[in-house]
DNA sequence: AATGAATGAGTCTTCATTCAT
DNA sequence: TATGAATGAAGACTCATTCAT
């Protein structure tokens, strides 16, 4: 298997750094060569082309997250607390990883519409869970019975997505993960008293 | 004044059907002013660059946002209202031009960052009308006075923004306009019952 | 018409020039622009690819040989003095360029098989040309009425073919059009006695 | 001997069907390797680099119309017969091996000069037999005592070559060695009457 | 004001060959 | 002998921008 060799992720990490550095439109595939220690050829030996490395990036990054995730939903605690959970892993991991922060929430939007579809797609896995919280939580009569399932998802999504792109922009000048319970209050109770 | 000639408008119009119908990195200056019907040369003669005129695209546009909604900021309504008046005015906009919905929802976002840097300096002064909605609505004790402003102004916008996006990409197959009250009650309610 | 303009001519003689010169595969595009003296995007406002410009080479070249052969067909004179003429006229364009010479019998030869395809699609018209001559004769019984036209094609053709790449290959050090009254001889005498 | 060890042929072999198959551009290295079971670094055991393979599969096959030749020259038979079993052998040999027509034909010559002036050099060998044959029907009188022995042979094998050729092209559709008659006879005899 | 022909910088990918095992 | 992972040089084409008319 590609995947299990050094090399793999030798590139896929040195296509990180490269992309967070230089931006997207100015990460050739020699930098990204150089940068993991390997010939420009080599490159093509573990991924088809250049897209191939960048939808990799996602997709090797994307399955911590929900991997996270998973274990979070076999746990012995209310949907609430999943949500809380959920969003403080999403902020840990991106807050961990300054160069992957950047790289999701800035440089590969800037990708073509085609590689964004596939982007999408992984990401689906992770809404697919996040979908599941908010099931349970009707359930569970946590959560308002009357909720559009999708538009919860595309709230709390958004609300993530959005806070995280905001501290990027904002060069990380105050603490992400802080802000879990401020944001997980937001979600649940909305802005009014 | 440039922006006045009607070949401004005009380029600016062009620019936003074949962006819209052709994606972003399909959209070669060329293109835009043969569609405009004038000789690519004239381009510059009212635009600096390409950059130039993308920016000059999400001015225009973003300009009916933030004019409508000072129109409602100026009505004698609660905060809430006018929160929801903000939202469908949104959505009715986008709604009603859906090459500028692909633009600015799909398309725009594949540029560069220095370029992304700048549409965001726009897109400022659209956010702190929301803020001005949300600090009238803490005044009046409408909303929860341990609100912070800053997140509660991404949730809002990240979820309007996250919703459209997702519409755009379902192909505008069901109704953006509809969405209004859900998405009302669930940014000022939370998800809890 | 692009093929009237004086610049799409400069690029197809500087084509040959570079590919008699620097060999088939050593002439990269923007040699044949530099030869030209234009730059390297110039060329694709006259020709759609590289291809492109070695088809137009031939095709343009073949003309002179189609439009000798057909002067020569009007001409009130046996089927085989047209023979005779028509070897001359080959041997003679050649010979007087030496560079269109070593391009047409050596180098386009290593040109890919599609671009062949069609140069012999080029070629067919001269070809048909002969055929004509090749029936005059048998009508007038100038030619063995039991003579298989697609052979004798053949035979002309190759042995005229043979000629002109081993003159080239010998470096042009023999008279070329010298040999044209023994060529003729032999195509229509045979080699017995 | 190297040539004398299995896996040398096993590559003249599929180098062989690979050309036939794929084109000589699209005939890599481990392609060929591939098709001859064995690791592309084995090919350099018996080869020195790609352009010896490819000379080395002209070598063998033009053995065989080399080896069947020289017996046909010890016949006690006419000259003119003996160029008639030569063109007859000709055909025979790549009427039954269309792989390795169309490789010799087509696909070889799409090979850059040199190797193709080192395949002209192989050639040469075959080239002198057939000289043997015409000086002998000359001493004979059985051919033409004026004719110039290097002219007959470009006639003799640019037809050969030249029917081959087109046979291939039209996809092997008509009899090759049932030409034999009719080519031979125009070689000796010409189109005249 | 308007034209549009000309410019030229910039990059992904292939594949023959090597060499440590 | 045999392997196959690793190397790295090399080139066609696009398109934003200019400037003579």
Redesign the pocket.
């Known amino acids: 298997m590609k995947k299990d060799?050094?090399?793999y992720k030798q590139i896929i990490d040195a296509a990180i750094i490269v992309i967070a550095e230089n931006g997207y439109?100015?990460?050739?595939?020699?930098?990204i060569?150089k940068q993991a220690?390997?010939?420009?050829?080599?490159?093509?030996?573990?991924?088809?082309?250049?897209?191939?490395?960048l939808i990799s990036v996602f997709e090797e990054k994307m399955e911590v997250f929900a991997d996270n995730l998973k274990e979070i939903l076999k746990e012995n605690i209310s949907a609430s607390d999943k949500l809380y959970k959920m969003i403080e892993n999403h902020f840990k991991v991106l807050a961990s990883n300054r160069h992957l922060a950047t790289v999701t929430q800035l440089e590969l939007r800037q990708s073509n519409l085609a590689l964004r579809l596939r982007i999408n797609a992984i990401l689906k896995n992770y809404l697919t869970l996040l979908d599941t919280i908010l099931k349970e939580g009707i359930e569970n009569e946590e959560f308002e019975n009357s909720v559009d399932i999708r538009l919860a998802r595309q709230m709390v999504f958004g609300t993530i997505d959005e806070t995280t792109t905001s501290w990027v922009m904002n060069e990380y000048k105050y603490d992400l993960v802080g802000l879990t319970e401020k944001v997980h209050r937001l979600l649940l109770k909305g802005i009014t008293t």
Chains 1, 2, 3, 4 share one sequence.
């Open positions: 060799k050094p090399k439109h100015q990460s050739q595939v020699s930098k060569a220690g390997v010939a420009d050829g080599t490159i093509y030996l573990y991924f088809k082309n250049k897209e191939d490395i």
